[in-house]
């Protein structure tokens, strides 16, 4: 059973580019969620989808944006990379209980997208 | 605004140490409390937390969680290099995404 897959694995983009980072989620996960990880910081949420629209969004401006595919995986969007976008961009998936918001399902996270903006 | 902040930010120990990694929180309908290893670049799950005064524990490592002073402490006895990593700590924050707030990460080095 495949974990979580992220792709690429690195990318390289100048200031101004846009980019679109790939995550497959965990088999029989339908949640996916999508965080920013700068060096030496923990973790930032950046959004969330279910059922193929967002759920919730972090502190992050219009430029990040995403999609869900009905098979789960999704797509991570920037748009006008700054420099100070390069970071880990982190996947992770889930399985939502049904009927729930009261109960947490772990999230399996994916090996990342090492995102360098020059 | 929810905070979830870990102490010390790095660490260098010699094997066969001791170590106490400590996460405080201030977060808004707190669910549970996970601690995470991150050796390269995948976190990988190691405890989730979510009553006081109970203590998991898995081989080496153990951790408790304090929901009165919303702190928690992680563990590692008899310490090894391949503990080197970076140990991060999330709230679980309730809601309709049960989304993850994360602290900035203690950095363990275990030297031989």
């Known amino acids: 059973d495949a974990g979580v897959t992220q792709s690429p694995t690195h990318l390289i983009k100048t200031r101004g580019q846009q980019v679109t980072l790939r995550c497959s989620p965990k088999s029989g996960h339908d949640t996916v969620s999508w965080y920013q990880q700068a060096l030496g910081q923990g973790p930032q949420f950046i959004f969330q989808?279910?059922?193929?629209?967002?759920?919730q969004r972090g502190n992050f401006p219009d430029r990040f944006s995403g999609h869900q595919f009905p098979n789960y995986s999704s797509e991570l969007n920037v748009n006008a990379l700054l420099l100070g976008d390069s970071a880990l961009y982190l996947c992770?998936?889930?399985?939502?209980?049904?009927?729930?918001?009261?109960?947490?399902?772990?999230?399996?996270f994916g090996p990342g997208t090492r995102l360098t903006v020059l | 605004e929810d905070k979830v902040v870990q102490s010390p930010l790095s660490l260098v120990v010699h094997e066969g140490d001791t170590v106490t990694l400590n996460c405080s929180y201030e977060v808004t309908n707190f669910r549970s409390l996970l601690w995470y290893k991150q050796e390269k670049k995948a976190p990988t799950f190691l405890f989730m937390l979510t009553s006081s005064g109970i203590e998991k524990k898995s081989g080496r490592l153990s951790s408790i969680l304090d929901k009165k002073e919303l702190f928690s402490i992680l563990n590692i006895t008899a310490t090894q290099t391949g503990d080197s990593a970076v140990y991060l700590c999330?709230?679980?924050?309730?809601?309709?995404?049960?989304?993850?707030?994360f602290g900035t990460g203690t950095l363990l080095a275990v030297q031989p």
């Open positions: 992770a998936s889930s399985r939502r209980t049904s009927g729930a918001a009261s109960s947490y399902n772990e999230q399996f």
């Open positions: 989808y279910y059922e193929e629209e967002e759920r």
């Open positions: 999330a709230v679980v924050r309730g809601g309709a995404t049960n989304k993850l707030i």
